[in-house]
């Protein structure tokens, strides 16, 4: 837990300003992010099956299963990347967050509570909370966010036990998560950004005239 103490202003200013700095990288990582996802998998997700002239044409199915795996494998490389740029920007904000004293878990958690299985089920949530916990009410769409992001990690994570759900059923829950989900990202980075800014501005002294 952090220790109780003064808030350091400087170190909170800092902080906001480099959460909104990295807002453009990570908005466009999410919108790149948003059109792999529709573009590279129309179907598939929905119980559809490889058109017939691609059998004709290729003269074995198995290519249909090996286009698949490149588009999922570049699904994974494209989430990747815009995972990392995320934890980047949101070290910064609970960086500015434990500068205010208001967090509630150490500044590299920042980071360390996206990635830790299972703990990436609920410490990031607390953390996004730990900016209204003193005051205000969580925004609708930053709760709206966090149920498509669980919707998407719990049968994942489970999955590794065996399957939870049919796959199919899985995958689609997966896209429409997925579709929903990054939209909603970039409006909660936005809208905790913004807070952020404003916790900043509300702890700044008043400059005596």
């Known amino acids: 837990?952090?220790?109780?103490?003064?808030?350091?202003?400087?170190?909170?200013?800092?902080?906001?300003?480099?959460?909104?700095?990295?807002?453009?990288?990570?908005?466009?990582?999410?919108?790149?992010?948003?059109?792999?996802?529709?573009?590279?998998?129309?179907?598939?997700?929905?119980?559809?099956?490889?058109?017939?002239?691609?059998f004709a044409r290729h003269g074995d199915p198995r290519y249909a299963l090996d286009a698949l795996a490149g588009r999922l494998l570049v699904l994974l490389v494209v989430s990747g990347i815009t995972a990392a740029l995320w934890a980047h920007w949101f070290f910064a904000v609970y960086r500015g967050v434990c500068a205010l004293r208001l967090g509630r878990y150490l500044r590299v958690w920042g980071v360390l509570g996206w990635f830790i299985p299972y703990a990436n089920h609920f410490v990031p949530k607390q953390m996004v909370n730990d900016l209204w916990r003193h005051g205000g009410q969580v925004p609708g769409v930053v709760q709206a966010w966090w149920t498509a992001y669980l919707v998407v990690a719990v049968p994942t994570a489970l999955s590794r036990f065996g399957p939870a759900l049919p796959g199919q059923l899985l995958l689609a829950g997966t896209w429409v998560a997925l579709v929903a989900g990054i939209p909603l990202s970039l409006r909660t980075a936005r809208a905790v950004t913004d807070r952020l800014e404003r916790l900043v501005d509300a702890a700044t002294p008043t400059p005596l005239t």
């Open 1 to 54: 837990m952090v220790p109780e103490g003064l808030p350091d202003i400087g170190e909170a200013a800092r902080a906001a300003r480099a959460a909104r700095h990295r807002m453009p990288t990570l908005t466009v990582a999410l919108v790149v992010e948003a059109v792999v996802v529709i573009l590279l998998f129309p179907f598939e997700l929905f119980g559809g099956a490889p058109e017939p002239s691609d």
